[in-house]
């Protein structure tokens, strides 16, 4: 299934990393009620964060099941040996930490390739200049808000400054391209990051620590809805 995204409505991906692991196909039909636009997949190695997730074949079991494009976070060192993979398993857009990759550009062009979107993930300390010159081969960026590993963790304040920073360097592209912010967004902070510039929402915690996940994602998106400029 395709992606399509937007740099002007706000997108809700609600991440799967904190849904119950013995019952996902159920807790993606939760969000999808809830009105959901992706569903964000946290990909993790054990080196490159400090963490161990999913793989392949449960992305595929995902695809099988989710009404809504996957959206795969890789957080593993050398991701160009998997790309392939993860295309074929049903990822829809496919993202790459800029700290993980000597040569972004043929990487990108790689995700590419496989028909996915490409996006490039920033931790919260590698600067939004690192993607300047690789404009042309975005299809979207990824701002992390927290280190990457975990979810639950609280929001990083200078996240707010990187956003904005990021969306000045994309003003310069020929094409729009939309960011996405990953990693303590939360009902009292999403109407920031929307007003900095973020218009993909990963949520974690705030969706699947809600006592009802599809309510969660409506409020998230009615709070950064509001927040968009006029
Ligand atoms: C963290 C992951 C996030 C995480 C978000 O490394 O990339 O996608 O699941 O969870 P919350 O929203 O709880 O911070
Ligand atoms: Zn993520």
Redesign the pocket.
């Given at each position: 299934m395709n992606a399509s995204l937007s740099t002007t409505a706000v997108q809700i991906a609600p991440?799967v990393?904190s849904a119950d692991f013995a019952h996902l196909g159920r807790d993606v039909a939760a969000v999808e009620r809830g009105g959901a636009d992706l569903i964000?997949?946290?990909v993790m190695d054990g080196h490159f964060v400090p963490n161990i997730t999913i793989g392949v074949p449960v992305v595929k079991s995902l695809a099988s099941v989710a009404t809504r494009p996957l959206d795969v976070?890789l957080?593993i060192e050398q991701p160009d040996r998997f790309i392939d993979d993860f295309a074929r398993a049903g990822a829809a857009m496919i993202s790459v930490h800029v700290e993980t990759v000597p040569h972004l550009q043929r990487t990108l062009a790689l995700i590419r390739s496989t028909g996915a979107l490409a996006g490039a993930v920033l931790t919260p300390s590698t600067p939004a200049i690192a993607l300047e010159d690789v404009l042309d081969d975005l299809d979207f960026v990824?701002v992390?808000s927290v280190n990457?590993g975990f979810s639950g963790q609280s929001f990083i304040p200078n996240s707010l400054d990187k956003l904005r920073r990021v969306a000045d360097l994309l003003a310069r592209s020929r094409r729009p391209i939309p960011i996405e912010i990953?990693?303590g967004v939360v009902l009292d902070n999403i109407g920031q990051v929307v007003e900095a510039g973020a218009r993909i929402i990963?949520a974690?915690n705030a969706v699947y620590g809600a006592p009802d996940p599809a309510a969660a994602v409506a409020a998230l998106r009615a709070a950064g809805t509001v927040a968009l400029p006029r």
């Open positions: 991440s990393l964000h997949v946290d976070h957080m990824l992390m990457p990953d990693g990963v974690g």
